[in-house]
């Protein structure tokens, strides 16, 4: 481990950039670092998961609940806060954290995943996305300028570029190379649109598929626009495992080491812990809050559907030792609810969701903070053999070959009995 100033001693000097970057410690086996990424609204601790909070709310929590999760950096999406509120409202009450009532940083994904998400409403075009309202039918052009007034209006700490997303499952290729260099195109007018790069930090966003010669050339194209923070786009759209990490590992190999590298949509606890290793900092997913309104609390040895009948009588926390709000026993200020309970109300009443949300962001949180103490300590492989060991029962027969393969390559053998 190579170790860098401590934390407290760091001092942000007089900057354009609203971003401040400073790297704690790295791994010296595999490719994982710890860093402070220091942001308008406060610090952040990296690697880290941020919750999804579409359209400025979190569902299921309120924000102070989320808050308590220990969530410092939570996502918000432009093209839905663009459609309702509206920008008429955001700059009337001056951007979403007054909205929301959110004291700390909000990120906000520019609209171009909707491309994918909402494609039978939208056109692409170079002018940019033309969508239809999913509310009303609505009309809605959204251009790379458009998209980062909106972005300046919502006033989040971190916005991002608007990108032309293509599925990885794609067999089009010349469509993906078309997207890559077209997102490369729209960075710039992206860049020149920006009217707050004091307040708000732009993210360049890493296109090309699953073609890792595309990959390399959009990581050339965009480090040399200098941002302050890149995000590899265009995954967890259902590509194999492996060749999610084969793109992941790539990227982060040509990316600067002093700034934030943020893989878009990444939620699995095993999908993050893997991207940590490969050299990834920033994650986001709706996936925590949206399992659990199908009655899933995610656990360290795995997820568990509390519908099931085998949970009726288990009086037990949804985890033993979790500290989240929904599982600290009462004594110790928490609600104490039992799983026999979220059985009770899952499938009757919004509660149950209510209360697996609390615990399932608070699940991924603590696990980025352990991850994170682990790589600050040097001991992140060790620490990685140890959860695969625990969410597999010990039996490597089951862990995924993508997994196995990826780690390895980092020098990680999960596989050795050592």
């Not at 791994?27 to 952040?44: E, I």
């Not at 965009?222 to 590899?232: N, S, W």
Request: glycine share 8%.
């Amino acid at each position: 481990m190579s170790a860098v100033e401590d934390e407290d001693d760091m001092v942000l000097s007089p900057s354009p950039s609203a971003l401040k970057f400073d790297l704690v410690a790295r791994c010296s086996t595999t490719k994982a670092r710890a860093a402070t990424l220091r942001l308008p609204h406060g610090p952040v601790q990296l690697p880290m998961f941020m919750p999804v909070a579409t359209q400025a709310s979190l569902k299921g929590l309120t924000p102070k609940q989320l808050e308590e999760t220990s969530c410092r950096l939570c996502l918000n999406n432009t093209y839905h806060l663009g459609l309702k509120p509206g920008q008429k409202t955001l700059d009337a009450i001056g951007g979403a954290h007054k909205l929301q009532s959110w004291p700390h940083n909000i990120l906000t994904d520019s609209g171009g995943f909707q491309m994918v998400s909402l494609l039978k409403l939208s056109q692409v075009t170079e002018e940019g996305v033309r969508f239809l309202s999913p509310h009303d039918g609505t009309p809605m052009l959204l251009t790379p300028e458009h998209s980062i007034s909106l972005q300046n209006s919502i006033g989040s700490d971190i916005i991002m570029q608007l990108d032309d997303v293509i599925a990885t499952t794609s067999p089009d290729h010349e469509r993906i190379k078309e997207a890559m260099l077209r997102s490369v195109r729209w960075l710039d007018r992206c860049i020149a649109a920006h009217e707050k790069p004091e307040s708000q930090n732009l993210f360049c966003i890493i296109q090309g598929g699953l073609d890792l010669e595309l990959r390399k050339e959009c990581c050339r194209a965009m480090v040399a626009r200098d941002t302050p923070g890149i995000a590899i786009g265009g995954l967890s759209g259902g590509e194999a495992k492996a060749e999610f990490c084969k793109v992941v590992d790539i990227c982060t190999s040509l990316l600067p080491e002093k700034k934030p590298r943020y893989v878009m949509g990444v939620g699995y606890p095993e999908d993050i812990l893997v991207s940590v290793a490969l050299g990834a900092d920033m994650f986001d997913c709706v996936w925590p809050t949206r399992t659990a309104r199908f009655g899933n609390a995610v656990t360290s040895t795995g997820t568990s559907n509390l519908r099931h009948a085998a949970y009726a009588y288990d009086f037990r926390p949804v985890e033993e030792g979790c500290q989240c709000a929904c599982c600290r026993p009462q004594s110790e200020g928490g609600l104490g609810v039992t799983r026999a309970y979220i059985h009770h109300v899952a499938a009757k009443e919004t509660a149950g969701a209510h209360l697996l949300s609390i615990h399932n962001v608070h699940f991924l949180l603590e696990l980025m903070r352990r991850a994170r103490e682990a790589i600050v300590e040097d001991r992140y492989p060790a620490f990685l053999v140890d959860y695969f060991d625990k969410l597999y029962g010990g039996e490597k027969d089951k862990y995924p070959q993508w997994a196995v393969d990826a780690l390895k390559g980092v020098g990680i053998d999960l596989m050795s009995n050592l």
